[in-house]
T-cell receptor, first 113, second 113 residues
Framework: EAGVAQSPRYKIIEKRQSVAFWCNPISGHATLYWYQQILGQGPKLLIQFQNNGVVDDSQLPKDRFSAERLKGVDSTLKIQPAKLEDSAVYLC???????????FGPGTRLTVT | GENVEQHPSTLSVQEGDSAVIKCTYSDSASNYFPWYKQELGKRPQLIIDIRSNVGEKKDQRIAVTLNKTAKHFSLHITETQPEDSAVYFCAASKGNAGNMLTFGGGTRLMVKP
């Protein structure tokens, strides 16, 4: 089966600019996650969707980050405005449902200058 | 919230030796503990997981043990090979497989030929 797809793979922006990332989960997977992985650290969960509803977004910096999964399939994560500390790899993952293992996408490496 | 600590941060072994990575967690309600392998520039990949109703699980050269009383779990790799070189992350969650993973900080394993 096809894996989790993400685009773009790399993005370089200046601070205070906006950026958006896209994720297409594995077909049929109801649960979708966005993680932030800062260099040298483990992934940190930002937001979890179950179909098109938010399950948990307690660690999402809502003043600048937003995410949506309007039709319960693809998802976008947006940062507006970006800060230097947002430089990281943004990983999308999906699972069949909340009780099943998570599969990760290749990630988007964001550099904020 | 959950806190997962992982040790050591780096581990160097000779090919053929065993490697052990240890993690502790803080939330006694956590019941699912996966281990992910991440090669440089690639996505995290699930290599083995364990649920709180078992104490040990093996898959060929990889095993995971869980001590619920002490709230720690370990990854054991036997007969290490150069291709085992990667960063390994442990994680914990309360909702079986899919619910809000909290990751440890990672262990960089280097297997010297």
């Amino acid at each position: 089966e096809a894996g989790v797809a993400q685009s773009p793979r790399y993005k370089i922006i200046e601070k205070r600019q906006s950026v958006a990332f896209w994720c297409n989960p594995i077909s049929g997977h109801a649960t979708l996650y966005w993680y932030q992985q800062i260099l040298g650290q483990g992934p940190k969960l930002l937001i979890q969707f179950q179909n098109n509803g938010v399950v948990d977004d307690s660690q999402l910096p809502k003043d600048r980050f937003s995410a949506e999964r309007l039709k319960g399939v693809d998802s976008t994560l947006k940062i507006q405005p970006a800060k230097l500390e947002d430089s990281a790899v943004y990983l999308c993952a999906s699972s069949l449902d909340r009780t099943y293992e998570q599969y990760f996408g290749p990630g988007t490496r964001l550099t904020v200058t | 919230g959950e806190n997962v600590e992982q040790h050591p941060s780096t581990l160097s072994v000779q090919e053929g030796d065993s490697a052990v990575i240890k993690c502790t967690y803080s939330d006694s309600a956590s019941n699912y503990f996966p281990w992910y392998k991440q090669e440089l520039g690639k996505r995290p990949q699930l290599i083995i997981d364990i649920r709180s109703n078992v104490g040990e699980k093996k898959d060929q050269r990889i095993a995971v043990t869980l001590n619920k009383t002490a709230k720690h779990f370990s990854l054991h790799i036997t007969e290490t090979q150069p291709e085992d070189s990667a960063v390994y992350f442990c994680a914990a969650s309360k909702g079986n497989a899919g619910n809000m993973l909290t990751f440890g900080g990672g262990t960089r394993l280097m297997v010297k030929p």
